[in-house]
C-alpha cells in the first residue's frame, strides 16, 4: 500500500483545526468538572446557545468580531445565572443530582432554541472567504483563523490562571476548595466564575464553528459528546491534558478517514476512550499516581 | 480559686458550641475565650474535639448550638473565606499547602485582598522571608516539592499574609524534626510579641506550657479544666488527669 501523503498532510491540517476547536469546548468542560466536580450535560447546549447569539448579533450588527464577543459575554452571564440558581444549591448533595441538573438544563435549552428559532439550520457567514491551495485543494483561510483564534483564546486563559490574582484562586481552588476558603478565597463565587468562563468558552466555539456547519438545536450534541471523551483519555479536569487529548483524537479521526469514511472514523474515539480506560484510567496524558 | 480570666479583653469567645460530624456530636458545648494578643493552649487527648473546636470558630465545620464572637461581633454561621478577611487565620493539622501552587503563589492567596497596597505586601513578604529564609530561596519552587517542616513554616507563613489578629494553630509540630520544633516555638513567641493572638492546640504538652499563657484541657467534648500556663508543670496531677501522662 502506498502512502498518499498529500492526502496526510492535508489531514493533519484538518485534524489540527477540528482539534483546537474541541480543545476549546473541552477545556471549560474539564475546568468546570475539575474545579467545581460538575459534569456539565449542558455544556454543548452552551455551544449551541453561543453560535444562536451569534447568528442574531450577525444578523443585527453585521459583524462577525461583534458577534463573537457578544455571544462570548452573554452565554457566559447565563452561565453564571444557571450556576446560581441551579448547581449553587447543590453543593454538598450527592454529585448525581449535578448530573441531573445539567442534563435538565440541557434538555431546556435545546427545547428553547427549538421552539424560538425552528429545526431549519441557521448559516454563519465567516468573516473572511479567501482560500489558499493545499495541494489540490482550496483551502479556506478562515479554518486556519479557527484554529490559530481558539489557541489564542486557550493561550490567554492559561496566562490568565497562571499569572492572574484570579487564576492563582482558581488553581488553589481546584487543589484544596476547604483551605482555599480559610484563606479568604470566596469559594462558591469562584466556582460562579469558573462555570460563566467555561460557559464563554463553548459560547466561543459555537460562533467560530457556526461558519463550518449549520446552526441549529442539536449542533452541539456530536461535539459535546466529542469534548466528554477528550476529558477522559485527557485526564478529568487536566487541562493541559485535555488540549493534548484534543488534538490528538482529532488527528486520529481525519487519518482514519483517509481509508474509511468520516462517520466511521468517530469509531477511532471511542477506541481510543476505551483502551484508556482500560489502561490508564486517570488520563493519556497524566502521570500514573502512585 | 476562680479560674484565671484573660488579662485583656477578650477577641474570641466561644460559648456553649455544639457541633456534628454527620450524626455523631463532637463538641457538647465548649467555652472558651482568647484575649487580643494572647497564646491559648489547647490540650486533650486525641479525639476530644480541639481540632473541631478549631474548625467551628473559623467556620468550616457548622456549630448547631452556641455562639461564636469575634472582636465582641456573633460570627457564628459566617463563611470561612469572610473571616479570614477580618482577621481569623487557620493553620490546619495536616498544613494543606496549595502542593501545586509555587511558595509564592501560596502567600498570594493570603496576599491577592483587597485593600493591601503594594508597600503593605512588600513588607508582609518580606516579614515572612526574614522569619522562614528557607521560603524566600524556595519561592518559585511547588509548594508540594518542600520538607514537612518547610510546609509547616509555609502554612504558617501562608497564614500571616492574611494579618490576622488570632492564627488557629493546630498541631504544628506534629511529625517534625526537633530543630524544626524549635523553630516553630520561636515563630510562635514573634507573633505573640507582634501582637498575633493564638489559639494552639498541640501534643507537646512542654511547649505549649511554654508558649501560652494560659491553658484548656478539654475532655469528651468539652473544655473541663483552665489553668494559668506558668502554674503548671508537665508532672502535674491536672495533666495526668486529662492527658494521661
Known sequence: MTIPWDLFAIQTVNGIVTGMILALVASGLTLIFGILNVVNFAHGELFMLGAYVGVLVLATTGSFWLALVAATIIVALLGAALQIVTLRPLVGRDPMTTILA???????????????????????QEPITGHFTLFYLDYPWYRL??????????????????????????????????????????????????FAIGAGMAAASGVLFGPLVGVDHAMGLPWVLKAFIVVVVGGMGNLGGSIAAA????????????????SQAVIVSFVVLILTLLFRPTGLFVPTPK | MSPPKPSVEPLVQVEDLHAYYGKSHILHGVSLSVGRGEVVGLLGRNG????????????????????????????????????ARIGIAYVPEDRRIFHLLTVIE????????????????????????????????????????????????????RAMMLEPKIILLDEPTEGLMPRMVSQIR????????DGVAILLVEQNVPLTLEASQRVYFMEKGEVRHQAVASELDVNDPVIHQFLGI
Open chain 1, 145 to 194: 483563523m479557527i484554529a490559530l483564534l481558539s489557541a489564542a483564546i486557550i493561550g490567554g486563559f492559561w496566562l490568565f490562571l497562571k499569572y492572574g490574582k484570579y487564576g492563582i484562586w482558581i488553581r488553589a481552588t481546584t487543589q484544596d476548595r476547604v483551605m482555599a476558603e480559610a484563606m479568604g478565597i470566596p469559594v462558591p463565587w469562584v466556582h460562579t466564575a469558573v
Open chain 2, 186 to 193: 520561636q515563630i510562635i513567641d514573634v507573633l505573640h510579641r
Open chain 2, 48 to 83: 476530644v474535639g480541639k481540632s473541631t473546636t478549631l474548625k467551628s470558630i473559623i467556620g468550616l465545620v457548622a456549630a448547631r448550638q452556641g455562639r461564636v464572637l469575634f472582636d465582641g461581633r456573633a460570627v457564628t454561621g459566617v463563611p470561612a473565606h469572610k473571616l
Open chain 1, 247 to 262: 488534538i490528538f483524537i482529532s488527528l486520529l479521526e481525519a487519518y482514519a478517514s483517509i481509508w474509511v469514511s468520516p
Open chain 1, 102 to 124: 445539567t442534563f435538565g438544563i440541557s434538555l431546556v435549552l435545546q427545547n428553547y432554541a427549538l421552539w424560538q428559532f425552528g429545526p431549519v439550520a441557521r448559516k454563519i
Open chain 2, 106 to 157: 501560596n502567600l498570594r492567596t493570603g496576599l491577592d485582598r483587597d485593600g493591601v497596597s503594594e508597600s503593605r505586601r512588600r513588607q508582609l513578604l518580606d516579614k515572612a522571608y526574614a522569619y522562614f529564609p528557607v521560603l524566600a530561596e524556595r519561592r518559585n519552587q511547588p509548594g508540594g516539592t518542600l520538607s514537612g517542616g518547610e510546609q509547616q513554616m509555609l502554612a504558617i507563613a
